[in-house]
């Protein structure tokens, strides 16, 4: 697929800006001969001067710059002047303020460029973070193959990265991996699985999948808190901890997909930490409630993995750069504490979700839907802005472990869970909880 026809599958309006070529040695910086001849052969192959082209289109009405990537020109590689036209669609974006989408072909550096070609990525990551730096939402759309330095700055580099089935990922090209290298972990399938890509768009739905997320990243005012989610149980308030710790537990109870789906209209997903690591007991992305932005973070009642906390600052700080209010729903008995966990950095895990929360300048609203264990669950929770369903508990521990830390027996348990008050209507009295949302009344004192 050229550039001008992946621009054409996801939009009839786009306006191309052009730049004025410079008059370059004939065979390039290094003198590289037979250079010019392959451009020219590559100019009269595809139609076009460079493998980037840039403009401002309009997606389903929403208008943003487009980036797109011309394999069929020396593979899409990156030189010189390249790197001088995707510096100008980051600098039009920023001008424009308008989000950047980039639909990506490439096979990464122009040999016959050198290192002319290589600190081209230089430029690309600077006009990249200034653009990150302006509050404006980047989406990378990989196509295939998506190689090298590309991959590296407008591919990898972008808030939200989408890419098309079966397509070819990685730093290394197909002509540079080691032998033997598993085909998979170079797939887009295979980038899905590890975490470093959002999710993978059949090409038919890429159109509406990208002005959902231009609808998603796009804020018209300033954050304002998202409202509190509706319990979705009729449980009334219950009488003893240890009462509270059952409904929490109980299997019966709705959990975070139900009150995800209950909230949003839509939801668009973020996957990952970009460290290699996924964890499916949590959820995060970006919803759309009533057309109003709402980024959420989702325990799911496991034990949340490091990759989980990884994710969760990631889709905050995201919010927070973006200006979209934050939601998280709270359900876990604590942080994964095996030995794997361990080595893949919980602590350090843990400690970046509680600082994405601590700096977040946008609201956040938390409610706690189940188990609210110790702090694998505080580090999402919001310091003043956290609520209670009836069905839920928070505790400093769960009381068996508390007991057994206290050298008491099994039969203490339950009295162990009264006094660590964890119950939703001493959260309130507490002031660690704003407020039990959807009680049914009081049971208990």
Request: net charge negative.
């Amino acid at each position: 697929m050229s550039a001008r026809e992946a621009i054409a599958a996801v939009t009839a309006s786009f306006t191309e800006h052009h730049l004025p070529m410079d008059q370059a040695p004939s065979d390039g910086p290094l003198g590289w001969t037979g250079y010019a001849d392959s451009r020219a052969r590559a100019t009269e192959r595809t139609g076009e001067e460079e493998s980037v082209l840039h403009g401002v289109a309009v997606v389903d009405g929403l208008s943003c710059v487009l980036i797109s990537f011309e394999f069929g020109f020396l593979g899409g590689s990156l030189g010189a002047r390249t790197g001088d036209r995707l510096e100008a669609a980051y600098a039009l974006a920023r001008e424009q303020r308008l989000p950047l989408v980039s639909l990506v072909a490439t096979g990464g550096s122009r040999m016959q460029e050198g290192m002319i070609a290589l600190v081209q990525l230089q430029r690309v990551a600077a006009a990249s973070a200034l653009l990150r730096a302006a509050g404006l939402p980047q989406i990378a759309v990989l196509r295939d193959p998506t190689t090298g330095g590309g991959w590296a700055t407008v591919g990898a580099g972008a808030d939200v990265v989408l890419a098309l089935p079966g397509a070819q990922i990685g730093f290394a090209g197909s002509r540079v991996r080691p032998a033997g290298a598993d085909p998979y972990a170079y797939s887009a399938e295979g980038q899905l699985a590890a975490g470093q890509i959002d999710a993978i768009v059949p090409p038919g739905e890429l159109p509406r999948t990208l002005s959902h997320w231009l609808r998603a990243l796009t804020v018209p005012g300033p954050a304002q808190a998202a409202p509190v989610p509706a319990a979705l149980a009729a449980t009334g308030l219950p009488g003893t901890g240890w009462d509270a710790v059952e409904q929490a537990r109980s299997a019966a109870r709705p959990r975070a997909e139900a009150y995800l789906d209950a909230y949003f209209d839509h939801r668009l997903p973020l996957n990952g930490d970009r460290c290699g690591g996924t964890d499916p007991g949590l959820l995060g992305g970006v919803g759309l409630r009533g057309g109003q932005p709402v980024a959420y973070v989702a325990q799911c009642g496991t034990a949340t993995r490091p990759a989980g906390y990884r994710t969760a600052a990631r889709v905050i700080r995201l919010a927070d750069r973006l200006g979209l209010p934050v939601l998280t729903l709270i359900d876990t008995p604590g942080a994964a504490n095996d030995a794997e966990a361990e080595r893949t950095g919980a602590g350090a895990a843990i400690a970046d979700a509680f600082a994405a929360i601590a700096s977040a300048r946008v609201p956040v609203t938390t409610l706690v839907i189940g188990e609210g264990g110790s702090g694998g669950a505080l580090a999402l929770a919001a310091p003043d802005n956290t609520h209670v369903t009836a069905d839920s508990y928070f505790s400093v521990i769960a009381p068996e472990l508390a007991a057994a830390i206290l050298k008491r027996g099994p039969d203490q348990v339950r009295s162990t869970a009264d006094q660590l008050r964890l119950r939703p209507q001493d959260l309130v009295e507490l002031g660690i909880a704003r407020s039990v949302v959807g009680r049914a009344g009081p049971a208990g004192s």
